[in-house]
């Protein structure tokens, strides 16, 4: 099964090679923050009730097809808000697993599983389980969805 996987990604990394784009549409490595200093430090310490793990299609392919597919968690805060924890390189700075607006995200995406943290869980902690590092191979947005989802 890992063969499987690891030729999955070989083949995507083989025909989107460029073309990856990040939440909204655009281009991976570019640095959009919706918050910074100690509005950012708010929200990690914001406690997550509701997590969704979602896919939507990579690049510009019109469907998702397995691992050939971008991976997030969309959290809901107390307060109704929306995150989007997602994983790419060149998505962050200090970690590539990083905490968008889920305003960001396109219609292409879709939820794929749920769990509910009741408030036992923060945002931080689900950045933090996503890792800091982001390799094609075993620890890309796939791995970073599966181990925040299983917080």
Same mark, same amino acid.
């Given at each position: 099964? &890992?063969?499987?996987?690891?030729?999955?990604?070989?083949?995507?990394?083989?025909?989107?090679?460029?073309?990856?784009?990040?939440?909204?549409?655009?281009?991976?490595?570019?640095?959009?923050? $919706?918050?910074?200093?100690?509005?950012? +430090? =708010?929200?990690?310490?914001?406690?997550v /009730?509701?997590?969704?793990? &979602?896919?939507?299609?990579?690049?510009?392919?019109?469907?998702?097809?397995?691992?050939?597919? /971008?991976?997030?968690? #969309?959290?809901?805060?107390? $307060?109704?808000?929306?995150?989007?924890?997602?994983?790419?390189?060149?998505?962050?700075?200090?970690?590539?697993?990083?905490a968008?607006?889920? #305003? /960001? &995200?396109?219609? =292409?995406?879709?939820?794929?599983?749920?769990?509910?943290? #009741?408030? +036992?869980?923060?945002?931080?902690?689900?950045?933090?389980?996503?890792g800091?590092?982001?390799?094609?191979?075993?620890?890309?947005?796939?791995?970073?969805?599966? =181990?925040?989802? =299983?917080?």
């Open positions: 099964m &890992m063969f499987c996987k690891v030729l999955l990604c070989s083949a995507a990394l083989v025909l989107l090679a460029g073309s990856v784009e990040s939440s909204s549409g655009g281009s991976a490595g570019r640095h959009g923050y $919706d918050l910074s200093g100690s509005a950012l +430090t =708010n929200l990690y310490n914001k406690r /009730h509701l997590a969704e793990a &979602m896919r939507r299609p990579l690049g510009s392919l019109p469907v998702t097809l397995g691992v050939i597919s /971008h991976c997030g968690v #969309r959290v809901t805060l107390a $307060d109704g808000s929306r995150w989007l924890i997602h994983k790419g390189g060149g998505y962050g700075i200090s970690s590539q697993t990083v968008t607006d889920a #305003r /960001h &995200m396109s219609s =292409n995406w879709r939820v794929i599983g749920s769990k509910n943290f #009741r408030g +036992t869980k923060t945002v931080s902690d689900l950045v933090g389980a996503g800091p590092n982001y390799r094609l191979f075993g620890d890309n947005c796939h791995d970073a969805c599966d =181990n925040i989802m =299983n917080q």
